[in-house]
């Protein structure tokens, strides 16, 4: 099974960019532990934080993996054209976030990701997107 663990922008920044929210683990340091996690499965991580990188990523994986699980970061709560890529692909999108967004400023509680995907881990930390492959190996 092929699985894209997406993340958006800032993210690059994990294990520097506010510790007492997002931890002092880098996303890379993670990722290797995900792969020992799930050896039996194909994963690739990608990270941009430029938008249509993003877009372009979920164009290319999402009539051929089986799933995606995506940090979208801030642009959870802006774009328009991530949901509209998401929606236009039929491989499963689970939507991650670190933080509980719900618990953070007005902004971050809307998603205009959440309707086109599968569905939504939000305040696990890290373990988010364990959860979310996890989920994705059941549907096949």
């Known amino acids: 099974m092929k699985i894209l663990v997406l993340n958006g922008p800032n993210l690059n920044l994990l294990g520097k960019r506010e510790p007492e929210i997002y931890g002092s683990q880098t996303f890379e340091e993670y990722f290797e532990e995900l792969q020992q996690q799930f050896p039996e499965h194909e994963l690739r991580y990608a990270q941009s934080n430029i938008e249509g990188e993003l877009v372009n990523l979920i164009?290319?994986?999402?009539?051929?993996?089986?799933?995606?699980?995506?940090?979208?970061?801030?642009?959870?709560?802006?774009?328009?054209?991530?949901?509209?890529?998401?929606?236009?692909?039929?491989?499963?999108?689970?939507?991650?976030?670190?933080?509980?967004?719900?618990?953070?400023?007005?902004?971050?509680?809307?998603?205009?990701?959440?309707?086109?995907?599968?569905?939504?881990?939000?305040?696990?930390?890290?373990?988010?997107?364990?959860?979310?492959?996890?989920?994705?190996?059941?549907?096949?």
């Open 59 to 140: 164009h290319e994986v999402g009539f051929d993996y089986e799933g995606i699980v995506f940090n979208a970061g801030a642009y959870t709560h802006t774009s328009i054209a991530l949901a509209d890529a998401i929606a236009a692909v039929p491989t499963a999108v689970v939507e991650v976030h670190i933080s509980n967004v719900h618990a953070r400023e007005a902004f971050r509680h809307h998603s205009y990701l959440s309707p086109v995907c599968q569905g939504v881990m939000a305040g696990f930390g890290l373990y988010g997107y364990k959860m979310a492959i996890d989920y994705i190996t059941t549907l096949y």
